[in-house]
C-alpha cells in the first residue's frame, strides 16, 4: 500500500491527534522534584502523629 507524499504531508502538518482518545485525555500535571518531596515530607510527618496529638 503505497501513499502519495500529499497525504503523508497532511498528516504529518494535522495539529490534532491521530488518536481521539489520547487527545481528549488532559495531560498530567508536571510537578517538580522538590514540590513532590515536600508532599512526602508532609505525609510522613503527618503519619508520626498519634491519636492522643490529633
Not at 16 to 21: G, I, T
Not at 31 to 46: D, L, S, T
Amino acid at each position: 500500500m503505497t501513499k502519495t507524499l500529499d497525504i503523508i504531508t497532511e498528516v504529518i502538518r494535522d495539529p490534532k491527534h491521530p488518536f481521539r482518545q489520547v487527545a481528549d485525555r488532559p495531560d498530567k500535571p508536571h510537578k517538580n522534584r522538590y514540590e513532590r518531596r515536600k508532599v512526602k515530607q508532609f505525609i510522613h510527618q503527618g503519619d508520626w502523629q498519634t491519636p492522643e496529638e490529633s
